[in-house]
Each structure stands twice: as structure tokens, then as C-alpha cells.
């Protein structure tokens, strides 16, 4: 077989890196997200260091790591060439919001330098901008980055405001006008609970508070307003994607009204922190039903402690091959997980295990595994800070290298590069082709797209590897790193079935080898749908290839969505008025040439969260919950199981249930409550279905009594 020479396959890559940026912010399957703390980051504007409103909470030295550092908006704009050049294609920053002023220690300085102390959610903060909280310096970061054909995610943390024992004593304002705190919330602002202490409890998880941060309620409408008029004026400002920080507690059936609300704007893309360790956790189902029906995506915890199980605590790789099975066959869309081995709240993989090559081997995986992946800021120049094990804060290193030439930074670069080019990674299927404790090979396929991985953990010890077969055609492969980390070569022989022999080989060392196989398509092939779920009107994209330059159609059933704009590799079109449910959406070149079908839940009309009281329900026993289903997709069709049905409610105050559930604007629905008993038998309440008209915005409640 005739082999394209690497150099200009690989510029070739380059090009395409940026090329395929181009396509909507719903698809985020073939970025890079680069993860920065703005204030460990880099000082690009002194002025901003100690400034007039939050004065004395800054520390020059960088000795004092709960102080603000000088990190701001205007640093990561300067170093964007450094970013662009390793490959990342969006950089996460830290909440851009105005956050607690004063000082949360009796002795020291205790500063929100992490952004997560929310305080005013209409204004940006002045050690990040400047000190009138403008938008000045973010909208130059982000036009700068759209410039740089590159993405902003913004971090938003809707939970909470700051702690409601210190300081401003969790006080919000909005623009400047004070709203309430935790000792003055005369509106109902806040929920007034103690700390968690249960954290398999669906209620405390929801409503308690999390650690000392002042709980806002979201189903209070001043609440609602806000939260999403918030996250409004950020679209309005060009933000491109939305990392949700601890949705696990936050309200969750608002939650569904709030991601309906971001994509009603404008496109969008949103992922959130539900803390997990495993998929053995007890409310596992709980996360992946909320990702499936929301259209949030989560951060793939499971797969992130399995993979520092494997680098760090040299755990076999079947603990990371089982996460993988078991996510796939849970979550409608793994390729939107969103995949990390480091952040910003846990210690360094290098500050568990000193070993670069593990490091690298870490990177290797995210960046050509199922997922979109995480580097953080630091991990190209090996920095970590063993204070304290490297935990909180001192894996929030300062950034103090930024050299170009580090083995991590070239993989990522030329990883990043493979990943935008072959579809198969961002769109593929995923499949073990060879596994022992210390050998990984996986496979990526989307349609004649490509790519095999083999990773050697072991530090010492080389394996023979025999009976491998692969989807790759028959040929010669070169290591597609060019032996950056002891790759070597592989020749594949002609099979049946996509299951071609691969020569028998030796695998080094700590080595990672890819072979890949890229084609153009010759039909359509889709590959992403964002987002996956919305009513008529909303602005969606599939992405692909193969589409043709010339304007096809998109089908939902037999009606035609209207067409917004149309590329060989992206389609973006409306939601036509057809009736809500499911329905396979099928894309048509201009030839009538027909793609795969690709899954889309049609909404009755845009969301509002609407409180579910039921009175002195069913008498239940231990793992015996109370649903809420009912005639229309928001409310599962009368689904009868736990992954159909809404909920299951919460019961503070036992017999009684309560829920907030996210209902079709303007619509009357009909429904009922059920008690899904531990073995699967379901008790309906008696009577006739209950009705109730949503409000066409806002929020709402309904208060009825269980019939029997």
C-alpha cells in the first residue's frame, strides 16, 4: 500500500486542526479543552493585583496559597500562542463573576482566588478585569481566542453564592444591588440548612448546604431569573461552552430548565462536576439519567479515578476497561463525557506517582480515547507541589514554565492534531483489542476512520504481543508519534469481518504507539447531534463528514428541518414543528443519499421548573420511591421505571413528596403519582389524572393529595 510521507500527512493535520473548528459550538467531540486557574495562571495586568474594592487579599511572593496571586483574563490572553501551539482548541477558565470582597480568615488571608465564592454574578471580577468589574478584558480574551480559531468555556457555579460564616456572610447582588445573605433573606433567596452529612441522600445532596456555601433556591423565580439571566449575559458575550460546577447539588429537575434556557439563547455546550468514584456508586444511575434527559454532560469521574487508580496506584487496566463498558452501554452519548486524570480539586497524578512517562501515558489515553479531553494547565511542564500530599490548594500551582520543547507538550500537540483530523476519534465506537495488567490496545472506528493504541505501562518490562487484530486495512503503519515515547511500527495483513491480523511484536517499555487510517468519506456519515434533546425552534448541529458542499435536507420522520447553514463536515438547522417524542433524525446530501440516523428528543415547548407536592402518598418501605409520570416527554410518556418515570421524589417530610421537575411552557399536562416499589412492582393512585397548566414563564408548584 502506498503511504502518505508523515511530514505532510502531519501538516496536513495542522491545517485541519483548525479547519475543523469551524464547526458550531454544539459539537465539542473533537476539541481539546486546556483547564486554566486565571489566577495561578499568568499576571498580565498589575493593576488589577491589589485593587480598591477587595483590597489586602493579594500576595506577591506566591507563598501564601489561599491568597490571590495576580493571575488574570489579560495573562491567559497574552500566552494564547503557547496554548494554540500545544494543540488545545478551547481553554476552561475559572468563574469570571465578581466573588467575595473581604477576608474569610480571622488570622492570615482566606480569598476566593479560585473563583468559587460567588457575589455578584452580573459583574466580572476586578482582580481578573479591572476595577469598575467591566467585561473589557473578557471580551478581548474571547475575541482573541474566536480569532485564534479557538473556544471559551466558562466556569458557573449556580449552587451557591460564598460562605455564609465569614465575610459578606454569603451576601449576593445583582449588578451591584444587594440581593440577600444567609443571615438577611427575608425573599427566600437561599435554602437554611445544615451541611451535608449524607451524601447518598438525594434531598441533602439537593438542599442541604455544601461545605459553609450559602445554598441559593433555584425554584424561587427571583432565583431562576437570575441564574439564567446571568448565564444569558455570558452568551451575550460570546462564551461558547459552560462548565457547571456541583450540579449534583443543585436542584436537579431545574437544572433541566436551565440547560433549555442556554440553548434557547444561542448554541451552546455544557458539561458538570457530578462527583462520583465509580459506577458502583449509589446514585450512578441516578447521574447518567440526569445526563441523558437534561442534555448535560458530565465529568467523567468514574473513568477519572480509574485511570489514577491505573497511573498512579498501578491498578490493572481491566479497571479502566470495565469503566469504559459499563459507561458506553449507560450514557446515549459517551463520546460527549468529558475526560481528565487531573483538576484543579485533587492531587497532581504527579504528585501521587513522580513518573512522567506515566504522565504522558495519561495523556496519551484521554487524548485519543472515548470523550472529550482535559489537559490542566501545569501538567505539559510536569509541575506539581508535594505540600500536603499535592492537595488542595497545592496542586493550584503557579504556571512558571512555558517551555515548548517538553515531551508532553509536543504529544499533546500532535495528538491534539489526530484528533481533529480523524474522525474516529472524536465519533467512533470504542473497542479492546488486546489486554493484560500492563498492556492496553484500543481501538477507535467511524466508518473507514481508524485509529489503534497500544500503551505500555510498565516502566521495565517489554510484552510480546501476538493474536492482535485490527480494523485498520491492510498495509504497513508507522508509529504516528514518530517514537516520542518508543512507539514502533505495525504491518497489518488482510482478514474477514474488520478483523485483520496485525503482525506479532514486541511492545516496549513505557511506550505508546498509534497507528491510524484516515478517508474521506464517500457517503454521508453523521457523527454528533448538539443538542440532543429540544423543542421546535431550537438551532441544532450534526456533524460529520461527507455531506457535500451543495444543501441537503434533515428529516424528522418525514419533515424537513429548516437548513442554516450547510458543509461537507456540519449541518446547523432548526427544530421543526412536529410532535414531541423521540425520533431518529436522518440526514440527505442534495443527492438524496441518506446518512446514519442519529437520536433527538423532541420537547413540547421551552422549559420551566415547576414544584410537585404530593400529600400523605402510598405508604412506602426501604428502597419503595414515589414517581411522577404523565402524557408528555417532559413527564416520560407514563413511564413506570425508574430510568422512564420523574424521579424519584424527595421526603423530608415523610408521607409527604415533593420534586421539581421541569414542564412544558404554556402546556396543560396530565398526570399521576406512583410508588415503584425495590422489586420493580409499581402502585398506581387511584382517580382520575390530575391536570395542571404550566406558566408560560417563571416557575410554578402544584399541591395535590395522593388518591386512594
Known amino acids: 500500500m502506498q503511504r502518505i510521507p508523515r511530514a505532510l500527512l502531519q501538516a496536513f493535520f495542522a491545517v485541519c486542526l483548525f479547519l475543523c473548528l469551524s464547526i458550531h459550538a454544539q459539537d465539542f467531540k473533537k476539541q481539546v479543552i486546556y483547564q486554566v486557574v486565571t489566577d495561578r495562571f499568568y499576571d498580565g495586568d498589575t493593576t488589577n493585583d491589589n485593587p480598591a474594592e477587595s483590597p489586602g487579599l493579594f500576595d506577591s511572593s506566591h507563598t501564601n496559597w489561599q491568597a490571590y496571586w495576580g493571575g488574570d483574563l489579560a495573562g491567559i490572553q497574552q500566552k494564547l500562542a503557547y496554548i494554540k501551539g500545544m494543540g488545545a482548541t478551547a481553554v476552561w477558565v475559572s468563574p469570571v463573576v465578581n466573588n467575595e470582597n473581604l477576608n474569610c480568615s480571622s488570622s492570615g488571608v482566606s480569598a476566593p482566588y479560585h473563583s468559587y465564592w460567588n457575589r455578584d454574578f452580573m459583574q466580572i471580577e476586578e482582580h481578573f478585569g479591572d476595577n469598575s468589574n467591566s467585561f473589557s478584558a473578557f471580551d478581548s480574551l474571547v475575541s482573541s481566542l474566536h480569532s485564534n480559531g479557538m473556544k471559551i468555556i466558562v466556569d458557573e457555579a449556580n449552587n451557591h453564592s460564598n460562605p455564609d460564616n465569614c465575610g459578606e456572610m454569603g451576601s449576593l447582588y445583582n449588578n451591584g444591588t444587594f440581593m440577600a445573605a444567609a443571615n438577611n433573606d427575608p425573599n ?103 445526563s441523558n434527559k437534561s442534555g448535560i454532560n458530565l465529568l467523567d469521574f468514574p473513568l477519572n479515578n480509574a485511570l489514577r487508580d491505573v497511573f498512579a496506584n498501578n491498578a490493572n487496566w481491566s479497571e479502566v476497561d470495565s469503566t469504559i463498558n459499563t459507561e458506553n452501554a449507560n450514557f446515549t452519548f459517551p463520546n460527549d463525557l468529558v475526560t481528565f486524570f487531573d483538576s484543579h480539586d485533587e492531587a497532581r497524578l504527579l504528585s501521587l506517582n513522580d513518573n512522567q512517562s506515566r504522565l504522558q501515558e495519561a495523556m496519551a489515553f484521554i487524548l485519543t480515547g472515548r470523550g472529550i479531553p482535559i489537559i490542566l494547565y501545569g501538567d505539559e511542564q510536569y509541575l506539581f507541589n508535594n505540600s500536603n500530599g499535592g492537595n488542595d490548594p497545592y496542586n493550584r500551582v503557579w504556571m512558571s514554565s512555558f517551555n515548548t520543547s517538553t515531551t508532553a507538550y ?34 477507535r472506528q467511524f466508518f473507514n476512520d481508524v485509529v489503534l493504541v497500544a500503551i505500555n505501562k510498565n516502566d521495565t518490562t517489554p510484552y510480546s504481543i501476538s493474536n492482535l487484530h485490527t480494523a485498520l486495512p491492510p498495509g504497513t503503519y508507522s508509529d504516528y508519534l514518530g517514537g516520542l515515547q518508543s512507539g514502533n511500527g505495525l504491518i497489518v495483513t488482510a482478514g474477514s469481518g474488520g478483523n485483520n491480523p496485525a503482525n506479532n511484536y514486541t511492545i516496549a517499555p513505557a511506550s505508546i504507539s498509534v497507528w491510524q487510517y484516515q478517508v474521506n468519506a464517500a457517503s454521508p456519515e453523521a457523527g454528533s447531534i448538539g443538542p440532543h434533546i429540544g423543542q421546535p425552534g431550537m438551532t441544532v448541529t450534526i456533524a460529520g463528514d461527507g455531506f457535500g458542499a451543495s444543501t441537503g435536507s434533515v428529516l424528522f420522520g418525514t419533515t424537513a428541518a429548516t437548513i442554516k447553514s450547510w458543509s461537507n463536515t456540519s449541518v446547523t438547522f432548526t427544530v421543526p414543528s412536529v410532535a414531541a417524542g423521540g425520533y431518529n433524525v436522518q440526514l440527505k446530501t442534495s443527492s438524496g443519499t441518506a446518512a446514519n440516523t442519529i437520536a433527538f428528543t423532541v420537547l413540547t415547548a421551552k422549559l420551566i421548573p415547576v414544584t410537585f407536592t404530593i400529600n400523605n402518598a402510598n405508604p412506602t418501605n426501604p428502597g419503595d420511591y414515589i414517581y411522577v409520570t404523565g402524557n408528555t416527554v417532559e413527564l416520560s410518556n407514563w413511564g413506570t421505571t425508574f430510568q422512564t418515570a420523574v424521579g424519584p421524589m424527595l421526603d423530608p417530610n415523610y408521607p409527604n413528596w415533593f420534586l421539581n421537575v421541569a414542564l412544558p411552557a404554556g402546556q396543560t399536562v396530565q398526570f399521576k403519582f406512583i410508588d415503584i416499589q425495590s422489586n420493580g412492582n409499581v402502585i398506581w393512585e387511584n382517580g382520575s389524572n390530575h391536570s395542571y397548566t404550566v406558566p408560560a414563564s417563571g416557575t410554578g408548584s402544584v399541591n395535590v393529595n395522593w388518591q386512594y
Open 188 to 290: 427566600g433567596v437561599f435554602h437554611h440548612n445544615p451541611d451535608i452529612t449524607d451524601w447518598n441522600d438525594r434531598y441533602q445532596l439537593q438542599y442541604w448546604t455544601l461545605s459553609d456555601l450559602a445554598d441559593l433556591n433555584q425554584e424561587n423565580a427571583t432565583v431562576d431569573a437570575y441564574l439564567k439571566g446571568a448565564a444569558a449575559q455570558l452568551q451575550n458575550h460570546h462564551v461558547d461552552a459552560f462548565r457547571l460546577d456541583a450540579i449534583k447539588h443543585v436542584t436537579w429537575g431545574w437544572e433541566y430548565s436551565f440547560a433549555n434556557s442556554v440553548m434557547n439563547n444561542a448554541p451552546s455546550f455544557l458539561f458538570g462536576e457530578w462527583m462520583q468514584s465509580n459506577t458502583s456508586d449509589p446514585l450512578y444511575p441516578d447521574s447518567y439519567k440526569f
Open 410 to 443: 509536543r504529544l499533546i500537540s500532535k495528538l491534539a492534531g489526530l484528533r481533529a483530523a480523524n474522525d474516529a476519534i472524536g465519533y467512533g465506537t470504542w473497542k479492546q483489542r488486546w489486554i493484560n495488567n500492563d498492556v492496553y490496545i484500543y481501538e
